[in-house]
């Protein structure tokens, strides 16, 4: 993942800020609300055309869903439902983003109307996929970190093809429904090989059982 560094030194950032501020009456749970919030706010100025305006805001709702993670961890006030919440909450983000999209794309005439309607529909379900795939699988004890397209890079090109519109919009929702349905493949794929290897390794351990039993001790 592209940005894994840089979203990395964002959060450390994003602790120490808070770490210094920890004490405003605000809970990470409110933050997260307030970032979904703007990114809906985003959504709604996507659907009406003010493209590079709703790319600052989406911005801004980004840097809310950063810093309500680095709220929690620099004040001790990381729960369950804490993250339960924030990653709900994010897929009604990403859902509203892609929804504001398909009512711009409808209101606009133009030759690739149909396909730019398509691409951000599969673009929606790649993102949903990728999610689901990670969380399903975590659910079952596996490792899914992978994939060229999280989340992070996925509101990354958005807001590129916001700020730039055009071409360079257009260009970004074929980029987002290849990505991140590539990226589901790849996590599916992590996961699947994970499994064989565990598969593998019972087998293995079965096939050794009988011949320890077997062994006659002098």
């Known amino acids: 993942m592209f940005t894994t560094r840089f979203e990395a030194w964002v959060r450390r950032q994003a602790e120490k800020l808070m770490t210094a501020i920890g004490r405003i009456p605000i809970t990470p749970n409110q933050i997260t609300v307030i970032g979904v919030a703007l990114t809906f706010v985003a959504a709604i100025l996507v659907a009406n055309g003010y493209l590079r305006l709703a790319g600052i805001v989406l911005i801004v709702g980004g ?7 680095a709220l929690a961890r620099s004040t001790g006030r990381s729960y369950p439902y804490g993250a339960f919440l924030d990653s709900t909450l994010d897929r009604y983000s990403e859902a509203a983003i892609y929804i ?14 149909r396909w730019l309607l398509f691409g951000t529909a599969a673009a929606l379900a790649g993102s949903f996929l990728v999610s689901y795939v990670r969380a399903r699988a975590q659910s079952l004890g ?25 071409v ?19 996590r599916i794929r992590e996961v699947w090989l994970q499994g064989r290897a565990q598969r593998l390794a019972i ?16």
């Open 168 to 186: 360079v919009l257009y260009g970004v929702v074929a980029l987002l429904a290849m990505l991140t349905n590539f990226t589901a493949l790849q």
């Open 203 to 218: 087998e293995r351990e079965a096939a050794a059982a009988p011949k320890r039993g077997n062994t006659v001790t002098p």
């Open 63 to 69: 840097t809310f869903d950063i810093l309500d993670g």
């Open 100 to 113: 504001g999209l398909a009512v711009y794309f409808a209101g606009t005439a133009g030759p690739y109307q």
């Open 142 to 166: 596996f490792v899914c970190d992978s994939g060229l397209f999280a989340r992070p890079e996925r509101v990354v090109v958005t807001v590129i093809g916001l700020i730039f519109g055009g």
